[in-house]
């Protein structure tokens, strides 16, 4: 399959942890975004890498998140003392000059 | 600034009828518009695209979606409703002016229910 993967699908935590997720974008993509979506909403975004380069960051992203994409390919983002607010469907996409392709998502359940 | 609405939380239809799923958007240029499909625990899957050209397009599964600048709208329509159509759809707007930001916004989501 040579779409956008994101690992793990699912994660329980405890309040107060940090969980890290991960994204592989579709190899020739350049662009990747996080987004966040809860219920009945549609994607947050969260941040934009072109390339290895965070381009962009939702000024809504507390200093409790981070994101990287080291070498232009895979990403991780990074929660960090999570809350139960954070609960929600972390998605990831990745794109060339059009449409983005979006993974399948990580559900995040902090208790 | 780019927005997009969608004034509907819920569209029903009934199975081989028509169905229209509404989207407005506000750029300060010309805009990119998409139109997205999400199953249930799943992320979103892309079903067209209008960048510039006719303003009718067409996309997957016998969807379409008719550009209209005068009234900043892209409404998605297919001809004749599945059940299996029944899932959320999202509409999202990128602005094409110079120094537009690369970040689709994304409208609230519409959820279409489709009847047997």
């Known amino acids: 399959d040579t779409g956008v993967s994101q690992n793990p699908r699912h994660k329980i935590t405890k309040r107060g942890q940090n969980v890290t997720f991960r994204c592989d974008p579709i190899s020739e993509h350049n662009r990747l975004y996080w987004y966040r979506q809860t219920l009945g909403q549609g994607p947050e975004f969260l941040t934009y890498f072109q390339n290895e380069a965070q381009l962009e960051k939702s000024r809504l992203l507390s200093d409790r998140f981070s994101a990287e994409r080291p070498k232009g390919s895979f990403s991780t983002l990074e929660i960090q003392r999570t809350e139960q607010g954070d609960s929600a469907m972390y998605l990831c996409?990745?794109?060339?000059?059009?449409?983005?392709?979006f993974g399948p998502g990580t559900r995040l359940t902090v208790l | 600034a780019q927005s997009v609405a969608q004034p509907e939380d819920q569209v029903n239809v009934a199975e081989g009828n028509p169905l229209t799923v509404k989207c407005t958007y506000s750029v300060s240029g010309n805009p990119y518009l998409f139109w997205y499909v999400q199953y249930p625990n799943r992320g979103l899957q892309f079903l067209l695209k209008?960048?510039?050209?006719?303003?009718l397009v067409k996309g997957s599964y016998g969807f379409e979606a008719e550009f209209n600048k005068s009234q900043t709208s892209f409404h998605l329509k297919k001809p004749s409703a599945l059940v299996s159509d029944s899932a959320l759809y999202f509409c999202?707007?990128?602005?094409?002016?110079?120094?537009?930001?690369?970040?689709?916004?994304f409208g609230r989501g519409t959820s279409l229910i489709v009847h047997p």
């Open positions: 999202a707007v990128r602005d094409r002016a110079k120094g537009g930001s690369y970040i689709p916004t």
């Open positions: 209008y960048i510039t050209g006719d303003n």
């Open positions: 996409a990745s794109s060339s000059e059009g449409e983005q392709f």
